[in-house]
């Protein structure tokens, strides 16, 4: 087929639009000083990501004392052993009481700071930066310096309960099985608020200021805008940190290796803790890699529910 204009000028036969591999590979030619540069990274990223995964599936089909060379098959042995490890279950009670207090926490109290910071008031860039500043404290050190805060002899936290006749005599905050894991869960809060305020902060302010203008002329209250605009519109904001949010509860292990390393009695063992002391405290590298890829099918199946059954209240 062939382009005529109207003057009668004849531009000769069109090219059809390539489609599918034709395009991949039509682009794939004129970037391929792009592709170049990126070799090296994709090959470091090979070699240290995906290697490493199919390696760890590799040994979650076996025995492996990484003091011992053999390395005998046992099939779905280390799989079937999850189901009657006992305290795997307790990990994973564990894991998932601490995400489910503090995600909500987190992401809740984010968002009032944000509503709060997102106000003309003096001295705002101050406090943001106040409510920030905990997210860019290394983990390491911020685990450190609360536990020293949750010290029962010295620590800045009975000595101020104390001061305030709260209490009557020093709490054991990291040792008592009732206070540890709500202990490390206000750790976690602290250092994941100015995060869900700066994620939220960008959202608040993307909605147009058209939108309560209008509500306003309709005589809609503070509550009612907060309620029909802000919250809807923030839906996709809300999914993005609850997503974030769950699978990096899923992973905690820092806080619980320096706060309280599993203890007291096992009320603070997680997942990744358990898998890490399974693996280089007992050395059986084989039952470790099974429990990380039962925790990965366990984060994908949990990311894919929160997908499914939260995507249809998002607001664009």
């Known amino acids: 087929m062939s382009v005529s204009t109207a003057t009668g000028q004849d531009w000769g036969p069109v090219r059809p639009r390539p489609t599918g591999a034709r395009r991949v590979l039509r682009d794939m030619r004129r970037q391929w000083t792009a592709y170049l540069f990126l070799a090296p990274v994709l090959l470091l990223f090979s070699v240290f990501t995906v290697f490493s995964v199919g390696y760890a599936f590799y040994l979650s089909f076996h025995q492996w004392n990484i003091l011992e060379p053999a390395k005998p098959f046992v099939g779905l042995d280390n799989y079937t052993r999850l189901l009657e490890d006992g305290r795997f279950h307790e990990a994973i009670l564990n894991t998932i009481y601490y995400t489910a207090v503090s995600v909500p926490v987190t992401i809740g109290l984010g968002l009032a700071v944000a509503l709060l910071l997102n106000n003309k008031i003096r001295a705002r860039g101050i406090f943001r930066t106040m409510f920030?500043?905990?997210?860019?404290?290394?983990?390491?050190?911020?685990?450190?310096?609360?536990?020293?805060?949750?010290?029962?002899?010295?620590?800045?936290?009975?000595?101020?309960?104390?001061?305030?006749?709260?209490?009557?005599?020093?709490?054991?905050?990291l040792a008592d099985k009732n206070l540890a894991m709500p202990s490390v869960i206000l750790t976690s809060v602290w250092k994941g608020v100015g995060f869900a305020m700066v994620v939220y902060l960008a959202g608040l302010q993307s909605i147009p200021e058209d939108y309560?203008?209008?509500?306003?002329?309709?005589?809609?209250?503070?509550?009612?805008?907060?309620?029909d605009i802000t919250i809807p519109l923030l839906s996709s904001t809300t999914l993005f940190l609850l997503v974030i949010s769950i699978l990096g509860s899923f992973q905690v292990f820092t806080q619980i290796f320096i706060m309280t390393n599993g203890g007291p009695l096992g009320r603070t063992r997680t997942i990744v803790w358990y898998i890490y002391t399974t693996a280089f405290k007992d050395f059986n590298m084989g039952y470790a890699a099974a429990m990380a890829f039962a925790l990965f099918a366990m984060m994908l199946g949990f990311t894919m529910l929160q997908f499914r059954f939260l995507r249809r209240e998002i607001e664009y």
């Open 212 to 227: 309560y203008d209008a509500a306003k002329i309709d005589g809609a209250t503070g509550w009612r805008r907060l309620r």
């Open 132 to 173: 920030y500043l905990p997210v860019v404290t290394p983990l390491v050190i911020a685990s450190i310096i609360w536990k020293w805060v949750y010290n029962g002899d010295y620590g800045l936290a009975n000595y101020y309960l104390l001061q305030l006749n709260i209490i009557d005599e020093p709490l054991l905050w």
